[in-house]
């Protein structure tokens, strides 16, 4: 293109004479070129350059005016397609020069005088009305203020161009008003509006702010805003762009008019990250900002926990930067530093008090319950009776408890297994060691149903073994209790399987070696804890059928070692499971009918016992007189929910387990507990409305018999992540894989329950997306414990860890 430019231009420099040269004359060398185009040019501009070689092939037939006009084509065409081809480059963001807000230094005069443990009210600035308001949060002190993190973060920061403003983002742009309006609202004149029509290099935009109020709709106040940014001013404008008709557009932004356009920003918030925090009525964001702005200072004289060595083989920045940048950050690297740096504290701390209180555990001497030696014992008699053998997996655990009941130190250990993995034998098992050592045994389940489960299962094997057993619920009588209580206190019973109920203080045990607590996520640590108390120093085993997910895991069971019942008893057909719709519910009880027709029994479950005003789903008292009367008049259907007394939950579940009703309708009473392997199908209504793991649970109710096995899905929900959840379900049947997904997209609290007092409590960290730091934190705090148990190296961590467990206290305290 070059070539022929500069001979088009000679050409037009001679007259247009079609030059002659030495081997060629100018027409011939522009046919000559123009056939060497490139081949992967459109068609278009393929067509307009085969149509010039066409006109200089006739170049020197031509009169001047035409060869003029020529040669003036050819150069505006070839310029145009050098241009398309040329990449565009995007025009760089504005530039902003933001004054420090390092300043807020000299708002605090008085910061002498202030500690960590200055109340609020004190603070300069910090009226009686705001520390009552920030009382409601529960911000009492200064160091409760620094450690109230933002929940988010207007990103000001984000500078762009006018034409790569993205509806729904916040930006600030640099631009130059080209025309300004203010004006009173014809609609409302207590409404004043004023418009700037702002221009850069890259396209213009609308800009409104309102103004409510008659004061400012006199003539006066208009004109002297529209003085204030007057045509060709530099403005720098901080907003949410909105989507218009018209376009992109900033309605009631922050602006400031430059003195020039490479003058510094005055204000503290336009071109920054702006901290959003939670609120109460009476406070706003700008008032808090400014109370914290006010004590950030202080942070700089606060010791750092960690040494100075950890900090730099961890990378991590100083802990008064990190608060000082949490709060007010410079930019993005800074504020994910900082973030790093404080959430590494908090699982550190999280694991060293975990670390402390499984060492502690240890130090305390527990009665090895080692088997006598010699002599057949209960475990292999009762191994010997079972109709099964034990699974590899069941082999391994069982190996893994017995070697830890034998030792002086208490034994604290979690059995994971999914749904029907066997972990009731392996319980079981542990629970006869420690009865042939001479102790008593108990086993602790969260409901009344899993409670009366497992005695049933334990009262068709213990009689043959010779081992005394009871069940101690709610709902157990009076003098059935006291009895028990007798029997229990004098040794006479080995064995107590209950509720809550054992953790009442009348429960004494005579010897108490071996604590199981079954379904351990429904029971706070206090709960398990004070089981425990009732024994000298009982070794503790719990077991869960709800898989945790690692960091959940590590947080909450730190404290205990993990074993893992990784592998189904054989002859377990897979569960298959498909989603359907409200209206396409006849297939589900087709479904049913096919398989009762083949010995089979089936759960219809459904998340309200009856119908509520409030939320429209159908609810198990009507679906089952739904059923009964006009679905399988034919067959016997049950009814079971939380609301029937013990005898009549026991009844319902006898019932459907003995074959006298073929179809049981339920709420999450069948989730755990409910062992029947003649059940084939669930169908469960309003699935969106249970948690992923709460939905493997109950499909784990069927699949436990050699028959194939079908989960019904039923969910109505237009929600795309509701739909997203029970897909997860229908693809995969591997519960850790569910439990993870769960944690992401519920969080702890929902996964868990938020009555669950073992949460820990995190105010920046997230379980869900900072597991790395959790790994990292963990391994930390186990070189520090091994190093320095008592923590009299690392006076920071330990004053640190006090202080935390002080603050729990308190918070418990208020509690209550």
């Known amino acids: 293109m070059r070539a022929l430019q500069q001979a088009l231009q000679v050409e037009a420099d001679r007259g247009f004479i079609d030059l002659k040269g030495r081997q060629t004359c100018f027409s011939s060398f522009v046919v000559q070129q123009l056939q060497l185009r490139p081949q992967d040019l459109p068609a278009e501009a393929l067509q307009r350059l085969l149509d010039l070689s066409a006109g200089f092939q006739a170049y020197g037939e031509l009169p001047l005016a035409r060869r003029q006009s020529l040669v003036r084509t050819a150069r505006e065409r070839l310029h145009a397609l050098r241009q398309a081809q040329q990449p565009v480059l995007a025009v760089a963001p504005p530039r902003l020069r933001l004054v420090s807000n390092s300043t807020a230094a000299g708002k605090a005069p008085n910061s002498a005088s202030l500690n960590a443990d200055t109340p609020l009210s004190e603070v300069r600035g910090v009226g009686p009305k705001t520390a009552s308001r920030l ?388 029971f706070g640590v206090r709960q398990r804890n004070r089981l425990l108390a009732k024994g000298l120093q009982p070794h503790l085993l719990t077991m869960t059928a709800t898989p945790i997910p690692r960091t959940l895991a590590l947080s909450l069971h730190g404290d205990l070692d993990v074993s893992q019942i990784d592998e189904l008893p054989p002859g377990r057909q897979p569960i298959r499971t498909s989603m359907v719709k409200g209206s396409q519910r006849q297939r589900g009880y087709e479904l049913i009918r096919e398989q009762v027709a083949l010995g089979q029994r089936a759960y219809v479950v459904l998340p309200l016992v009856e119908e509520s005003e409030k939320l429209e789903l159908r609810s198990a008292v009507e679906v089952h007189r739904q059923l009964s009367e006009e679905e399988f008049p034919d067959l016997a259907v049950g009814l079971l929910h939380g609301r029937l007394s013990s005898a009549e939950k026991q009844a319902a579940i006898g019932a459907f387990a003995s074959g006298q009703t073929q179809v049981l309708v339920s709420t999450t009473v069948v989730e755990v507990g409910v062992d029947v392997p003649e059940a084939s199908v669930m169908v469960i209504e309003h699935a969106e409305r249970f948690g992923l793991a709460q939905l493997h649970q109950l499909r784990g109710r069927v699949g436990r018999g050699a028959a194939a096995s079908y989960c019904l899905l039923i969910n109505d929900s237009s929600n795309v992540l509701a739909r997203q959840r029970l897909e997860v379900l229908v693809r995969t049947s591997d519960g850790f894989e569910i439990a993870e997904m769960d944690l992401r997209l519920r969080g702890p609290g929902q996964v868990l329950g938020t009555r669950q007092s073992g949460l820990p409590d995190l105010a920046l960290a997230s379980l869900t997306e900072d597991g790395t730091v959790l790994e990292e934190a963990r391994d930390v705090a186990r070189q520090i414990t091994a190093a320095d148990p008592e923590l009299r190296q690392h006076q920071g961590l330990a004053h640190a860890l006090a202080e935390q467990r002080r603050r729990q206290m308190d918070q418990a305290a208020r509690l209550n």
Not at 158 to 170: A, D, E, S, W, Y
Request: overall charge positive.
């Open 135 to 522: 009382a409601q949060l529960g911000l009492l002190l200064v160091r409760d203020l620094v450690h109230y993190y933002p929940r988010d973060y207007l990103d000001y920061a984000n500078l762009v161009r006018i034409n790569g403003l993205k509806p729904g983002t916040t930006a600030t742009i640099v631009a130059t008003v080209r025309r300004s309006h203010a004006f009173a609202s014809p609609r409302n004149p207590n409404l004043s509006i004023l418009e700037l029509h702002l221009i850069d290099c890259t396209g213009r935009i609308k800009v409104t702010r309102f103004f409510a109020g008659q004061r400012f709709s006199s003539p006066g106040w208009l004109q002297s805003q529209q003085r204030l940014f007057p045509v060709g001013a530099t403005v720098a404008v901080s907003g949410l762009v909105k989507e218009t008709p018209y376009g992109p557009a900033f309605q009631d932004p922050l602006m400031e008019v430059l003195e020039s356009p490479q003058a510094p920003v005055r204000s503290e918030t336009i071109g920054r990250l702006l901290p959003v925090y939670g609120l109460t009525e009476g406070l706003g964001a700008d008032r808090l900002r400014q109370v914290v702005e006010a004590v950030i200072p202080l942070v700089s004289s606060w010791p750092d926990p960690l040494p100075e060595a950890l900090r730099r083989s961890q990378k991590l920045m100083g802990r008064s930067e990190a608060l000082t940048q949490i709060h007010g950050p410079s930019g993005q690297e800074q504020l994910q530093a900082s973030r790093r740096r404080l959430v590494f504290d908090e699982f550190l701390l999280l694991q060293l008090g975990l670390a402390q209180r499984r060492r502690q555990l240890s130090l305390r001497p527990a009665p090895p319950l080692a088997l006598p030696p010699g002599g057949e014992g209960l475990v292999q008699k009762f191994l010997t009776i079972l109709p099964f053998g034990l699974t590899g997996a069941q082999q391994r655990v069982l190996a893994e408890i017995r070697a830890d009941l034998a030792r002086p130190q208490p034994m604290a250990r979690l059995v994971q297994g999914d749904v029907g993995s066997g972990k009731t034998v392996v319980a079981l098992a542990s629970l006869l060691t420690a009865i042939e050592a001479g102790c008593q045994g108990a086993l602790m389940a969260p409901t009344e149903v899993l409670a009366e489960q497992h005695y049933r299962k334990l009262a068709e094997w213990l009689p043959q073994l010779h081992v005394t057993s009871a069940l101690l619920t709610g709902s157990t009588p009076a003098p059935r209790r006291r009895q028990l209580l007798q029997d229990l206190v004098n040794g006479q019973l080995q064995l107590l399987v209950g509720t809550h109920a054992l953790l009442e203080d009348p429960v004494q045990f005579d010897r108490l070696g071996l604590v199981v607590v079954d379904e351990q996520h429904r």
